[in-house]
């Protein structure tokens, strides 16, 4: 049987969807060799190779609040950031407690964009949850993580579907869940310095994405939930998320086990 790698993408709160797609998946009884994440895919992709399971995932993320996941920084310049990610780090050790990437169940490796050397960080070492965290830091947003001596921030600005990796890792059937897609058109952009600051990102991260054309000669099935218009930084509507990510993973997983069999 060939190894699945399985590759979590980038979006925020359309990550949710990562969630509905595993619990397909683990309903017929497949279970991924290698799993590689960025941003809201590295946090879903660290609880799940932690043993954490799609039905306990789903129970503590689908009522969130956004103040149940970030904390405001009193002094955000100084801090870099205007939040912290201190009440997330305390939701995912609740889910998965405190591990190191040797100690999963499943090999898995995040993203994230190092501010020093400008390119991308390939977390796969140390602690599993700050490493997830770092690969979500939108900057602006969250304080920049430090971790192997540099400032680390999203992963989505450079590669929010970090499939380069997961080949590497030894996957031989390579599934991607891109949840961003292709850049939706804003009827009117908000003035806030954050939302231009969010919006540039989503440009930036798209254009970046649809120029790699060569990463999808080794990927076998390349899949985009169904989210419409849903904006990724609300933190809302993540139970239809949730839904959309497992209608594709009921639609997918019959062409997922025979791929495997081949």
């Avoid at 100084?78 to 009440?87: C, D, F, I, S, V």
């Amino acid at each position: 049987m060939k190894k699945l790698g399985l590759c979590l993408g980038a979006g925020g709160s359309r990550g949710v969807a990562h969630i509905g797609f595993l619990q397909a998946l683990d309903e017929a009884g497949i279970r991924p060799s290698y799993v590689t994440g960025c941003s809201m895919g590295a946090i879903v992709g660290a609880c799940y190779c932690a043993g954490t399971t799609p039905a306990a995932m789903k129970e503590v993320v689908v009522g969130l609040k956004l103040g149940d996941l970030a904390a405001i920084n009193l002094t955000p310049f100084r801090a870099n950031g205007l939040m912290k990610m201190t009440k997330a780090r305390e939701l995912m050790v609740g889910l998965m407690g405190e591990k190191t990437f040797d100690e999963l169940e499943i090999p898995f490796a995040c993203v994230a964009t190092d501010l020093v050397e400008g390119k991308v960080a390939v977390l796969d070492k140390g602690n599993v949850i700050d490493s997830a965290l770092a690969s979500a830091s939108i900057p602006g947003a969250f304080t920049p993580a430090n971790l192997y001596g540099n400032p680390l921030v999203d992963g989505g600005i450079l590669e929010r579907v970090p499939t380069r990796k997961l080949k590497k890792m030894g996957a031989e059937y390579l599934v991607v869940v891109d949840v961003l897609g292709n850049l939706v058109r804003e009827k009117k952009v908000k003035g806030s310095l954050v939302d231009t600051l969010l919006r540039c990102i989503d440009i930036m991260d798209t254009r970046n994405t649809q120029r790699k054309h060569l990463m999808r000669r080794y990927v076998d099935l390349w899949l985009e939930p169904e989210l419409g218009s849903m904006d990724q930084y609300a933190v809302k509507d993540l139970e239809f998320a949730y839904d959309k990510g497992y209608e594709l993973g009921l639609s997918k997983r019959g062409q997922i086990a025979a791929a495997l069999e081949e």
